[in-house]
């Protein structure tokens, strides 16, 4: 699979094992709350998790994402050669060998505007 950036950046993900994806949403008083989110296993090549919530706004545009991802990459990923562009992708991200965690802090229209606030923080 490889997905397009832009006309000059792309980048290849290789076949992965992902295993199961768990999750359970609370939504109340106009707000999305992640309350599990859980990918992949320890046996897994991509395992992780996904926390925070999503405020809405008035309109889509204006609605609140801030959600902390936690990515874990098994050692047959991180050996691949056709994993190399995903890595060094991910690697401004890692916290540990094959781990890696990023927080988003933004609104929609920050996104759809490519304004820097949509890039991901690094997390620890």
Do not use: C
Not at 15 to 39: C, H, P, Y
Not at 77 to 96: D, E, R, S, V, W
Not at 107 to 121: G, V
């Amino acid at each position: 699979q490889t997905i397009q950036m832009s006309e000059t950046y792309s980048f290849l993900i290789p076949d992965m094992n992902i295993g199961k994806l768990q999750a359970k949403l609370n939504v109340r008083n106009g707000s999305v709350e992640f309350t599990e989110f859980k990918l992949g296993s320890e046996t897994s090549d991509l395992s992780g998790s996904l926390a925070g919530d999503i405020r809405l706004g008035k309109d889509y545009m204006s609605s609140h994402l801030n959600i902390t991802l936690r990515l874990k990459l098994s050692a047959r990923i991180l050996q691949n050669p056709q994993a190399k562009t995903f890595t060094g992708f991910l690697g401004g991200y890692q916290t540990a060998e094959g781990s890696y965690a990023m927080r988003w802090n933004a609104n929609i229209s920050d996104f759809t505007n490519l304004s820097i606030n949509a890039l991901p923080q690094r997390m620890n």
